[in-house]
C-alpha cells in the first residue's frame, strides 16, 4: 500500500539521469527538505514500481542509494522509513556535568581545555572561552556532500593508507592558494599533517633538543606552552605590543639566552587577535637571519582577515629559508577533519618527512581528499566569505557589548581578523581567575589570561589581569546577552562598574 502522505514522483523520459537517480533524487530533495520527515515509510518497491511503470530493480537501485547515504534505513519484512537521525544509538546526548573546576588559578592548559569543551557543550553556559570556530557555521552539508562523493568516487581505496607526505591534490590545491599569499613552493613540499597542532609538535620535536632555548610571544598559544612543559626546552617569553612580537627586544634575548627557535603567530595571534604589520615582520625576519634564529611560523587564523589580507607571511618575505611555516584549516573550515601541514626550510625536509613518518604515518586519506573536493569546487572560498560576513557581525556585536557594559579602566584589542580578542581588566580590581568564579555563576565563561603565559609569569599583573574572548561562538544577541552577565560579575567579585 502506499504512504498517505501526498508527496509524488514525476519522471522525465527526457532527463539525462537515469530513472533510478531521478527517483532518488526527488525522494532525498523531499526528505532534505522535511516533506518526507523522519520515521515515515516509504511505499514497497513493487507498489512504487508499479506506480511510476518502471522496473522493480530501478526502485530498488533508488532504495540502495539512499541508504547509503544515510537517508533511509531498510529492515526486511518491515520496509523502508526515513531515517529518524535521533533514533541511532552512540550519540553522547547527556550534557555534561555541572564545571567541576573551581579553582581556575590551579588549571593548567591541559585541565582548561577540557574544561572549556565540556562548557561548550552546556546550553546553560555562554562560553566565550573556547579556541573554536562557531560550530552553528561550520560546513556540516558541503562535508557531508564531499564525503559521500569521495566515496562513491574512490571507493575502499580512499580507507587505505595514503602517501606519507599527503594526497597530491589536497598539496597541490595548498600550493596553489600558497602562492595566494605569496610563498611559492613545489606541491610535495607541503607535508599534510593531523592538524596543525601535529605540525608544530612535529616541528619542535625534530628541531629542538633537552637543553636548547625557544622564544615564544607572551601571551602565547597555549598548547605550545603544554608542548614546551617538562620537555626539556627552555622556554623564554619575547614581549609584545600592540603590533605583536616585540623586534627591539630581540637582540638582548637572543644574547643572553641564545635561542635556537623563535616560535610566532604574527596573523591574528591566539590569545590577542594582534595582527603583526609588514615592517615588523621584515624586521625580525632580519635579525633572525643575522642570529641563525629559525622561525616556527604558525598561521591558522590568516584565512580569517575581517577587514582587507593581512600581509603576507613570514615564509613569503624570507630569502633566508628560515622559516618553518604551519598552517591548517581548523579554524577556517572544519576542526573536525584534522588536517593542517607543514613547510620545511629546505634543508630540513627530510629529517621532518621521515618525523612524520615516525609519528603518525599519514593523515586520514578521506579527510584530505574530501577538502580537496571541496577546494575544487569553490565550495571552500564561498563557506570563507559567509563565515567572514557573520564574523563581523560577532565581531562588531562583541565591541559594542564591551563598549556599552565594561568599567573604566578597562581595554581591549580590536582584531582585523582571527577569533579572539584580548580583555585587560582594569589594574588593582578583581583578578580575571576572581572574575571568572562569579561568571560562571551567572552563567558565562572565558579563558583566563595566565595561561597564556610562562609558568613563572603567570602572577604578573598583565597576565593576572587579562582574558581571551572567543567573538565568533554566538549570534549577537547572545553575545550581548554574555558580556552583559560578565558585566555582572565584575560588579559581584568586587569590581566598579561605570555609572550610568
Ligand atoms: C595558534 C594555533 N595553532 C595551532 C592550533 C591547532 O590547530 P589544529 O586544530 O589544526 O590542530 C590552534 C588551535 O587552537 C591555534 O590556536
Same mark, same amino acid.
Given at each position: 500500500?502506499?504512504?498517505?502522505?501526498?508527496?509524488?514522483?514525476?519522471?522525465?523520459?527526457?532527463?539525462?539521469?537515469?530513472?533510478?537517480?531521478?527517483?532518488?533524487?526527488?525522494?532525498?530533495?523531499?526528505?532534505?527538505?522535511?516533506?518526507?520527515?523522519?520515521?515515515?515509510?516509504?511505499?514497497?518497491?513493487?507498489?512504487?514500481?508499479?506506480?511510476?511503470?518502471?522496473?522493480?530493480?530501478?526502485?530498488?537501485?533508488?532504495?540502495?542509494?539512499?541508504?547509503?547515504?544515510?537517508?533511509?534505513?531498510?529492515?526486511?519484512?518491515?520496509?523502508?522509513?526515513?531515517?529518524?537521525?535521533?533514533?541511532?544509538?552512540?550519540?553522547?546526548?547527556?550534557?555534561?556535568?555541572?564545571?567541576?573546576?573551581?579553582?581556575?588559578?590551579?588549571?593548567?592548559?591541559?585541565?582548561?581545555?577540557?574544561?572549556?569543551?565540556?562548557?561548550?557543550?552546556?546550553?546553560?553556559?555562554?562560553?566565550?572561552?573556547?579556541?573554536?570556530?562557531?560550530?552553528?557555521?561550520?560546513?556540516?552539508?558541503?562535508?557531508?556532500?564531499?564525503?559521500?562523493?569521495?566515496?562513491?568516487?574512490?571507493?575502499?581505496?580512499?580507507?587505505?593508507?595514503?602517501?606519507?607526505?599527503?594526497?597530491?591534490?589536497?598539496?597541490?590545491?595548498?600550493?596553489?592558494?600558497?602562492?595566494?599569499?605569496?610563498?611559492?613552493?613545489?606541491?610535495?613540499?607541503?607535508?599534510?599533517?593531523?592538524?596543525?597542532?601535529?605540525?608544530?609538535?612535529?616541528?619542535?620535536?625534530?628541531?629542538?633538543?633537552?637543553?636548547?632555548?625557544?622564544?615564544?610571544?607572551?601571551?602565547?598559544?597555549?598548547?605550545? %606552552? &603544554? #608542548?614546551? *612543559?617538562?620537555?626539556?626546552?627552555?622556554?623564554?617569553? /619575547?614581549?609584545?605590543? $600592540? +603590533?605583536?612580537?616585540?623586534?627591539?627586544?630581540?637582540?638582548?634575548?637572543?644574547?643572553?639566552?641564545?635561542?635556537?627557535?623563535?616560535?610566532?603567530?604574527?596573523?591574528?595571534?591566539?590569545?590577542?587577535?594582534?595582527?603583526?604589520?609588514?615592517?615588523?615582520?621584515?624586521?625580525?625576519?632580519?635579525?633572525?637571519?643575522?642570529?641563525?634564529?629559525?622561525?616556527?611560523?604558525?598561521?591558522?587564523?590568516?584565512?580569517?582577515?575581517?577587514?582587507?589580507?593581512?600581509?603576507?607571511?613570514?615564509?613569503?618575505?624570507?630569502?633566508?629559508?628560515?622559516?618553518?611555516?604551519?598552517?591548517?584549516?581548523?579554524?577556517?573550515?572544519?576542526?573536525?577533519?584534522?588536517?593542517?601541514?607543514?613547510?620545511?626550510?629546505?634543508?630540513?625536509?627530510?629529517?621532518?618527512?621521515?618525523?612524520?613518518?615516525? %609519528? &603518525? #604515518?599519514? *593523515?586520514?586519506?578521506?579527510?584530505?581528499?574530501?577538502? /580537496?573536493?571541496?577546494? $575544487? +569546487?569553490?565550495?571552500?572560498?564561498?563557506?570563507?566569505?559567509?563565515?567572514?560576513?557573520?564574523?563581523?557581525?560577532?565581531?562588531?556585536?562583541?565591541?559594542?557589548?564591551?563598549?556599552?557594559?565594561?568599567?573604566?579602566?578597562?581595554?581591549?584589542?580590536?582584531?582585523?581578523?582571527?577569533?579572539?580578542?584580548?580583555?585587560?581588566?582594569?589594574?588593582?580590581?578583581?583578578?580575571?581567575?576572581?572574575?571568572?568564579?562569579?561568571?560562571?555563576?551567572?552563567?558565562?565563561?572565558?579563558?583566563?589570561?595566565?595561561?597564556?603565559?610562562?609558568?613563572?609569569?603567570?602572577?604578573?599583573?598583565?597576565?593576572?589581569?587579562?582574558?581571551?574572548?572567543?567573538?565568533?561562538?554566538?549570534?549577537?544577541?547572545?553575545?550581548?546577552?554574555?558580556?552583559?552577565?560578565?558585566?555582572?560579575?565584575?560588579?559581584?567579585?568586587?569590581?566598579?562598574?561605570?555609572?550610568?
Amino acid at each position: 500500500m502506499l504512504p498517505s502522505n501526498p508527496f509524488e514522483i514525476r519522471l522525465d523520459r527526457n532527463d539525462p539521469r537515469p530513472l533510478y537517480r531521478q527517483i532518488k533524487d526527488a525522494l532525498a530533495a523531499a526528505i532534505e527538505s522535511g516533506e518526507l520527515p523522519p520515521s515515515t515509510r516509504l511505499p514497497a518497491t513493487r507498489a512504487l514500481a508499479q506506480k511510476l511503470g518502471v522496473d522493480r530493480v530501478t526502485v530498488v537501485t533508488a532504495y540502495n542509494e539512499l541508504a547509503a547515504e544515510g537517508l533511509i534505513q531498510s529492515h526486511v519484512g518491515r520496509g523502508s522509513f526515513v531515517l529518524d537521525p535521533a533514533s541511532l544509538t552512540g550519540r553522547h546526548e547527556t550534557p555534561p556535568a555541572p564545571p567541576s573546576l573551581r579553582a581556575p588559578d590551579e588549571w593548567t592548559a591541559h585541565n582548561f581545555n577540557r574544561e572549556m569543551m565540556r562548557l561548550a557543550r552546556r546550553p546553560d553556559i555562554i562560553t566565550f572561552g573556547p579556541g573554536m570556530p562557531a560550530t552553528d557555521l561550520l560546513p556540516a552539508d558541503d562535508y557531508r556532500f564531499a564525503l559521500n562523493a569521495v566515496l562513491r568516487r574512490d571507493g575502499p581505496e580512499v580507507l587505505q593508507y595514503g602517501p606519507i607526505e599527503g594526497h597530491p591534490p589536497l598539496q597541490a590545491a595548498i600550493a596553489e592558494e600558497l602562492a595566494g599569499f605569496g610563498v611559492h613552493i613545489r606541491p610535495e613540499q607541503a607535508l599534510i599533517t593531523s592538524g596543525a597542532e601535529q605540525a608544530l609538535s612535529l616541528a619542535m620535536r625534530t628541531v629542538l633538543r633537552t637543553g636548547d632555548a625557544v622564544l615564544v610571544e607572551q601571551p602565547t598559544y597555549l598548547h605550545v %606552552l &603544554d #608542548l614546551l *612543559a617538562g620537555s626539556g626546552i627552555e622556554a623564554h617569553p /619575547a614581549p609584545c605590543d $600592540e +603590533q605583536g612580537a616585540r623586534a627591539d627586544a630581540l637582540p638582548e634575548l637572543i644574547e643572553r639566552h641564545r635561542p635556537r627557535l623563535l616560535y610566532l603567530t604574527p596573523t591574528y595571534q591566539n590569545p590577542t587577535g594582534v595582527c603583526m604589520p609588514l615592517a615588523r615582520r621584515r624586521e625580525i625576519l632580519q635579525l633572525a637571519a643575522a642570529h641563525h634564529l629559525l622561525i616556527l611560523e604558525d598561521d591558522v587564523y590568516r584565512h580569517l582577515w575581517l577587514d582587507a589580507p593581512p600581509p603576507p607571511p613570514l615564509r613569503a618575505l624570507d630569502p633566508a629559508d628560515n622559516v618553518i611555516y604551519v598552517n591548517g584549516y581548523s579554524k577556517c573550515l572544519l576542526p573536525g577533519a584534522r588536517i593542517g601541514y607543514l613547510l620545511a626550510p629546505q634543508r630540513l625536509h627530510a629529517e621532518l618527512e621521515a618525523a612524520h613518518q615516525t %609519528l &603518525d #604515518l599519514t *593523515a586520514t586519506e578521506l579527510s584530505q581528499r574530501a577538502l /580537496a573536493l571541496l577546494f $575544487e +569546487q569553490s565550495r571552500f572560498r564561498q563557506h570563507l566569505e559567509r563565515v567572514r560576513a557573520a564574523y563581523r557581525e560577532r565581531r562588531r556585536a562583541m565591541l559594542e557589548a564591551l563598549t556599552d557594559y565594561m568599567p573604566p579602566g578597562a581595554s581591549w584589542t580590536r582584531p582585523a581578523g582571527g577569533l579572539f580578542l584580548w580583555l585587560r581588566l582594569p589594574p588593582g580590581g578583581p583578578s580575571a581567575t576572581t572574575l571568572y568564579v562569579h561568571a560562571l555563576d551567572l552563567g558565562v565563561a572565558f579563558a583566563p589570561g595566565h595561561l597564556f603565559y610562562l609558568p613563572e609569569r603567570v602572577k604578573a599583573d598583565d597576565a593576572a589581569h587579562s582574558l581571551r574572548l572567543n567573538f565568533t561562538l554566538y549570534p549577537p544577541p547572545i553575545i550581548r546577552d554574555g558580556i552583559r552577565r560578565l558585566a555582572r560579575a565584575w560588579e559581584r567579585a568586587g569590581g566598579e562598574l561605570p555609572s550610568s
